[in-house]
């Protein structure tokens, strides 16, 4: 073994001496990255001057405090009493029996004509009811009154209180239901 090794080693060193000796291109790097550091100029922008701080003073101790809900209602009692639009739905009437189900509950199915007047058949989900109404009955818990019963829908006008609890009119429909096959 130890006769390989000895002619081994005398054929490697050249090698690591060729090596040593070259820079493998790394003069001209160090070169150009001097250069670089020679042109190159540091610019420091100027910061600006810190706002000056004005410290607010708080003189509403006296006032009426915005939070307060005395303050909601007084302000809603004066909206009421400039807008008193009159309309409210009549709670003295007798409710109909279509208006003691949901709105989305109901369904369109179908249309009957007799002489001058039509039906709207209208089907109760989750019930095997299927009911008659015509223009004028009401329908739906929002105070729905239909307006008008055409082949494909009804139009109802609804009576609901916005969030000022104002009564407004809101317009919605029933569309025919295919039937499923």
């Known amino acids: 073994m130890r006769g390989v090794l000895k002619p081994m080693i005398l054929m490697l060193m050249p090698c690591f001496f060729v090596t040593g000796c070259s820079d493998n291109g790394m003069s001209e790097v160090q070169e150009w990255m001097a250069q670089v550091k020679k042109e190159t100029r540091v610019v420091i922008s100027k910061v600006s001057e810190p706002k000056v701080y004005v410290p607010f003073t708080y003189t509403g101790k006296s006032d009426v405090d915005p939070f307060n809900p005395s303050k909601l209602l007084v302000v809603l009692a004066r909206l009421r009493a400039e807008s008193n639009n009159g309309l409210k739905p009549d709670m003295e009437r007798r409710k109909e029996v279509l208006e003691s189900y949901p709105l989305d509950t109901l369904q369109m199915v179908g249309t009957i004509e007799k002489p001058n007047l039509r039906y709207a058949l209208i089907h109760v989900s989750g019930e095997n009811k299927v009911i008659q109404a015509k223009m004028g009955n009401y329908l739906g818990q929002n105070f729905g009154m239909i307006t008008k019963i055409t082949d494909n ?10 969030a000022a609890g104002e009564w407004t009119e809101r317009q919605a429909k029933l569309e025919l239901q295919e039937a499923k096959k």
Do not use: L
């Open 153 to 162: 829908e009804i139009e109802i006008k609804e009576i609901v209180q916005d």
